[in-house]
């Protein structure tokens, strides 16, 4: 089959994430805490206390410059440094770009990183200015959540679906929406994750704002949910266009309210071209659904459009042309784009073992 390029899965790499918002605790297995830390020579240190239960932690910054992981150190010494990945073609974590001043890390990430030795661990932040300078004083805004989870064959994802305004009145839509969660909820199964998803109607406009450029208005809506929830927005269109199916706000996002803390789907790219939703259709949006949350939670395509770049799941093959990778990853949930030809679209549900790992690891799967 031949890739056809219909309307995209979209997100963005080059902005990530703010976060600073009060935690309620809601969840006895899932606890959090905000503070201010400044840099001396560009670098400010994070310390996160790890008990002898806590299995996964979610950090979320907002800096007064472009903000990114320096270093990451358990008790035990370095187990991370930008170094390695900044110019790596294998994608692990937007957190060691310096491409905004809002980021966000979950550690976590693999199987192989996931020993998350009980005492300290000092994450370093960097602050530099758009020339690659470090800044001295410069003040980030921090909130770090962490889960006592040790359980990474099954477990709950909590979703926030908001309907934009007017949206859940269109019956059709809401019916299409339904049957999409029970495609995605049938995707997720086999890796024993549950999406549970509440229902709510919002304000927004529908034509919704992509995600990963950052929206007051995603601020706003996103207030609403809890802080264990990530936020899914339905709207009609994403900035006026029917070229996206949905727009995840960052790899991976945060679970506290910010101006990138949602996935933005929108329902006109989905029902298709005669604007009815088929079976067909449906089933996209599930994967759409499922695709979307994915990259929220730490996935990225396991190959980019551009055939030069992958994730850093050594299970997912990295090919280099779009035929090859048609064939060999065009099943894959993550894959950048539906594969379809004039008989149909190929079903996309495939999830590798490590990507599995990278969603159970997520802070906010519970």
Partial sequence: MTGMLSPMRCLSILLLLTGCEDLLGKEPNFSGYSEEVCTSAGIATVNVDISSTETAFLISADGDHLVAVESIRSPSG???????????????????????????????????????????????????????????????????????DDNFGNGTVNVH??????????????????????????????????????????????????AGNGSEDIYDVT????????????????????????????????????????????????????????????????????????????????????????????????CTSSSRCDEVLGSNLMYPYPVCDMTGCVEQGDLSDIQGEILHRYTGAL
């Fill in 78 to 148: 370095t187990v991370l440094h930008w170094e390695d990945w900044y110019t790596s073609t294998n994608y692990l974590t937007s957190a060691i770009w310096p491409l905004s001043s809002e980021m966000v890390l979950n550690w976590p990430i693999r199987a192989e990183e996931a020993d998350l030795k009980q005492g300290t661990w000092d994450i370093d932040l960097a602050a530099v200015d758009s020339s690659g300078h470090y800044k001295n004083g410069s003040c980030i805004s921090v909130t770090v959540q962490t889960k006592e």
């Fill in 161 to 210: 679906l908001v309907y934009a305004e007017g949206v859940d009145a269109l019956e059709d839509v809401t019916i299409a929406v339904d049957a999409a969660i029970e495609r995605w909820t049938d995707i997720w199964a086999p890796m024993g994750l549950t999406p549970v998803v509440r229902q709510s109607s919002g304000s927004i406009d529908p034509d919704l704002p992509y």
């Fill in 223 to 318: 207030l609403d949910s809890y802080e264990d929830e990530i936020t899914l927005i339905m709207g009609e269109t994403i900035e006026g266009s029917n070229d996206y199916y949905g727009v995840a706000g960052s790899i991976p996002g945060t679970l506290t309210a910010t101006t990138r803390s949602a996935v933005v789907m929108g329902w006109v790219a989905n029902a298709g071209l005669d604007g009815n939703f088929s079976e067909l259709d449906i089933s996209i949006m599930g994967e759409t659904m499922a695709h979307e949350i994915g990259h929220y939670m730490g996935l990225f395509h396991p190959v980019e459009q551009t055939f030069d770049a992958w994730d850093a799941c050594e299970d997912t093959p990295e």
